[in-house]
């Protein structure tokens, strides 16, 4: 089983105002399909404090080989985390 970790689109907080959960999501599943685990969330309407990953069970899945994709390394550069 193949783990990526990427964005899924959740509700809407209003007319086009959608935010994003960081989750770890087998491959093998759609963008919005079953989850294994909720890692963070991503509030793209908020303009400060709009990004929020759990540290560890971020390192935890990236150690088992889970693939981070682009856009959750560009949101971790820009907080100012490392991503190892």
Known sequence: MAV???MR???K???KRFYFRIAAIDDS???DGAIIEELGSYDP???ED??????ERFDYWKSKGA???QTIQ???KKAGKTVS
């Open 45 to 47: 309407v908020k303009k």
């Open 9 to 11: 689109k959740v509700g």
């Open 74 to 76: 560009s949101l971790i």
């Open 67 to 69: 693939v981070v994709s």
């Open 50 to 55: 709009n990004f929020k990953i759990k540290r």
């Open 13 to 15: 907080g209003g007319k």
């Open 4 to 6: 990526g970790i990427r």
């Open 29 to 31: 599943k759609s963008r």
